[in-house]
């Protein structure tokens, strides 16, 4: 789900690290010898000229390297994050998680540990599939931007975040309605049922809702509870009005009338 706004973000919310190091580091870094020992200011200045010019792969590895021969340093701590961002960058999310995760291993308490958090977030969000493949990788993104909120709140990053959750929540309710639609066209009516459950019970600020409580009235009616199928019309009506999900709902009430009377009539207690 990476698109131009994101990957500008990420560029704008990344911390000053690597300007403040870069202006102290040696000159004459220009030479790509990854594999070859270099005093620690050198290999970030390359390292950062190599992200300049927008070499994400070379960039990682020479971060890396700055982390392996001086990983001391505190050039080695600026060093993960910066390598974890190229790697990113370059659409390696599992080498980016990976740095990430060993940043905050290492430094838990750092001032950067939130973009450390956001960058892991955005791994994982940028690789979430269309709902008919395995959301795992949806709820993954789903954890790792809530752990941000949840220990960040206050923080730039996690105003961002919050706006993905909401787009990862309606993607995971879409799931759930893309599995419910397919019970429902094989008659498996309890099985859509749930799945049209889940949506409205537990992402009930998405998108889906409304179709969720128009299919929850068509399978209830279809496994013969009409009462059932009364409650979600009228809540369907009570929160969405006037809207084509509503006004199926309705025609099926409409035209299912004598089944909810005769119910009624059961359910009558004898007097």
């Given at each position: ?165 909401d787009l990862v929540r309606d993607h ?63 809540v369907l009506g009570a929160n969405y ?31």
């Open positions: 789900m990476r698109t131009p706004t994101t990957r500008a973000l990420a560029l704008a919310l990344l911390p000053v690290l690597a300007l403040s190091m870069a202006g102290c580091a040696k000159k004459g870094g220009g030479k790509d010898l990854p594999y070859v020992a270099r005093d620690v200011g050198t290999l970030y200045s390359t390292a950062k000229q190599k992200l300049d010019q927008h070499q994400y792969k070379l960039a990682a590895a020479l971060f890396d390297e700055v982390e392996r021969q001086h990983p001391y340093s505190v050039w080695a701590r600026r060093a993960q994050l910066m390598g974890a961002f190229s790697y990113y960058l370059n659409r390696d999310y599992t080498e980016s998680i990976s740095s990430a995760q060993r940043f905050l291993a290492v430094h838990p308490g750092n001032r950067d540990a939130p973009y450390a958090y956001y960058l892991i977030g955005l791994c994982y969000y940028e690789q979430i599939s269309d709902v008919q493949r395995d959301q795992k990788i949806t709820q993954q993104a789903l954890d790792s931007l809530g752990e941000l909120t949840r220990r960040y709140p206050n923080t730039k990053y996690a105003a961002d975040a919050r706006l993905k959750i995971l309710a879409g799931k759930e309605m893309e599995i419910g639609r397919f019970y429902e066209t094989r008659g498996q009516w309890l099985s859509a049922t749930l799945r049209f459950r889940t949506v409205v019970d537990q992402y009930q600020m998405t998108t889906h809702v409304p179709e969720a409580l128009m299919r929850l009235t068509e399978s209830y009616l279809a496994l013969g509870v009409p009462e059932e199928a009364e409650k979600a019309a009228a009005p006037g809207t084509d999900w509503y006004n199926h709902a309705y025609k099926l009430m409409q035209e299912n009338q004598g089944k909810l009377k005769q119910a009624q009539v059961v359910a009558k207690p004898a007097s």
